[in-house]
């Protein structure tokens, strides 16, 4: 059975620019999450998705948006983008977003900010 | 603090017990979770300990749980060098996840 999927694995935008994240979860799985990890931390949660509405958010500004589809894929979008967006953006899904159960991790689109 | 804190070096011989630790923030975080990561690559679930548990066992994987003093650890029996990575411990706060820093274990030969 696939993963998590997303695309592109890797990315190079320049600073104005937007950018467009996408995310396939597990077969099954209805709720998605976004991490941002910038390199030498942890994963910093930025949104939780359950059936197509947000249920989380994350301490990041509103350049940050994300939407979830009725096939329960998602996209993460992020406008005006500034040198410090440059990071690992990872997706995680669970079956349904409850804290019992595990989040599931893709391997995560890199985006460079030039 | 606010902060899910781990020591962020770790180095053991092959074939010795790894031990990583961590304190987390939220006394009611109900799951805590061990995740590994590699070079290059996303984030791989470990195990995960409910909070009212003070053990779990999964193979070479011990869990312990401290609630008391917020204190999480993971050991690694007969560590391998295919074990090398980095390893982050996390608690659910809210609808989110919060993760610390993570420890890099290097495993020597």
């Known amino acids: 059975d696939a993963g998590v999927t997303q695309s592109p694995t890797h990315l190079i935008k320049t600073r104005g620019q937007h950018v467009t994240l996408r995310c396939s979860p597990i077969s099954g799985h209805k709720s998605v999450s976004w991490y941002q990890q910038v390199l030498g931390q942890g994963p910093q949660f930025i949104f939780q998705y359950y059936e197509k509405e947000e249920r989380g958010r994350g301490n990041f500004p509103d350049r940050f948006s994300a939407r979830q589809f009725p096939n329960y894929s998602s996209e993460l979008n992020v406008n005006a983008l500034l040198l410090g967006d440059s990071a690992l953006y990872l997706c995680a899904s669970s079956l349904e977003g409850q804290s019992n159960q595990p989040q599931h991790f893709g391997d995560g689109t890199r985006l460079s900010i030039l | 603090g606010e902060d899910v804190e781990q020591s962020l070096f770790l180095s053991v011989r092959e074939g010795d017990s790894s031990v990583i630790n961590c304190t987390y923030t939220?006394?009611?975080?109900?799951?805590l979770y061990w995740y590994k990561q590699e070079p290059g690559a996303g984030l791989q679930l470990l195990t995960y300990?409910?909070?009212?548990?003070d053990m779990k066992q999964d193979q070479r994987l011990t869990v312990l749980l401290n609630k008391k003093d917020k204190h999480l650890s993971l050991r690694i029996a007969d560590t391998q060098t295919g074990d090398s990575a980095i390893y982050f411990c996390?608690?659910?706060?809210?609808?989110?996840?919060?993760f610390g820093a993570g420890t890099r274990l290097t495993v020597k030969p």
């Open positions: 939220d006394s009611s975080s109900t799951y």
């Open positions: 300990i409910f909070s009212n548990m």
């Open positions: 996390a608690e659910i706060f809210s609808n989110d996840m919060r």
